[in-house]
């Protein structure tokens, strides 16, 4: 790991506040990062205390003076070519998304593969930031929308996902004219440096002014700062619900905008017209990829009756195949957890459950011996419960799947969205008329619904994010550009009269 650590930039003890090229000096207390792989201590990194903090600020609202005036497509520019040194680096960073994550490998390497995409979105976007025009009910008169850039935004990411989340904000935000600053979560910090260098090299190369991508590492007061800050006209959050309950009453009381992308309790409903492979391919990806920690992993499964006993036999069956261990190993499925709080999370959320009724058929439990020294390893398991258990209604980080029997389609989208969260839904079924029904609005009331594809693994060319306690925000594709602007309507008048709107007369 060492050389990818070189290769990445990375010393053994480092700064963590930067603004671009330049790091900038904190005597805030140093955190370590451990890999939940083996537990080796990686490096240690300062955090950003107040005074770093606010040298920090200043630079990047200078930097936007600047940046805001560079013409979009240029902007974009810069943005492609940070997608090109992506790409030479997508190995060394996945690599160590892997093993300071605990994701495995090929997920490390898909998440800098999300990162490549988003940056080719965002260049093609920066030519497409349009507004409308509108017909004027005044004679010579002539009107339009354009939208500006906002200014700082912030950017509060979390460990499951250290370097794609980031980059489906920054480079959308940048190509809108925006500047970041980001804080990345204390138990990632070295994924956060890795992309910190690769931009500063790329924007050094083309002459982007400091403060237009800035990093402050810290813990939750750092969180705190940053939503309380009205020098940020937009903050950016994915994590739980608790933490993006906290920073949306911050930025809400202030009036500023929020992005929020928190907690799933995601579920797939499995009808009698389901193809059964894809299913069960489906189901295991989204309930034990990324051990059960992406916003997007499959929680619940609801199964119609006539096929419950045959679909959980299969399901059982294909836990049974499942390995378990190093990540960086491609002949395993399924790493470790972020650290030992989440495994106590993770023991607790099977008591509880356990307490509730639920009845585990594949039994969890933490792994010892040799290969899983680090306490973080934990076994995927199923339980069958009900729906209205409280652990079934909360999102444990960890890969914990429950099953539910459901007898008509109406029953089962109403376990479907009988949860506070509404991140990412699916239904397997090969029959029109229940795909159509969920799609429907008396349908799945998730931000993301599927047909015959899991809950986890979304394209970044889609809006991503999802209602109730998932917070509303939408991330990366589509039109998301929007939220990192800000609308101006611009009414001219060309004419040599002043007619005023609404009819109204005010002769003088
Ligand atoms: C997250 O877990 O916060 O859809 C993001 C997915 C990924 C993103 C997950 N593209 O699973």
Known sequence: MEDILNQLGIRSQNHGTATGTNWVESSGHTIASFSPVDNKQLATVITTDEAAYEKAITTTQQGFLEWRMWPSPKRGEVVRQLGDALREKKEALGKLVSYEMGKSLQEGLGEVQEMIDICDFALGLSRQLHGLTMHSERPGHRMYEQWHPLGIVGIISAFNFPVAVWSWNAALAWVCGDVCIWKPSEKTPLCALACQ???????????????????VIG???LGERISADNRIPLVSATGSTRMGKAVGAAVGARLGRSLLELGGNNAIIITPDADLKIAITACMFGAVGTAGQRCTTTRRLIIHNSIYDTFKEKLVAAYGQLRIGNPLDAANHVGPLIDTDAVSHYLAAIEQSKKEGGHFIVEGGVLEGAGYESGCYVKPCIAEAEPHHSMVQHETFAPILYLMRYHTFEEAIAIQNGVP?????????????????FLSHAGSDCGIANVNI??????????????KETGGGRESGSDAWRVYMRRQTNTINYSNQLPLAQGIKFDL
């Open 197 to 215: 260098n690769i931009v500063s090299e790329v924007f050094a190369r083309n002459g982007v002014p400091e403060g237009v991508s800035t990093l």
């Open 219 to 221: 813990e939750r007061d």
């Open 421 to 437: 969260q509404g991140l990412s839904s699916a239904i397997m079924t090969l029959n029109l008329r229940e795909a159509e029904q």
């Open 454 to 467: 899991g809950t986890s693994g979304a394209e970044i060319g889609g809006a991503f994010g999802g209602e």
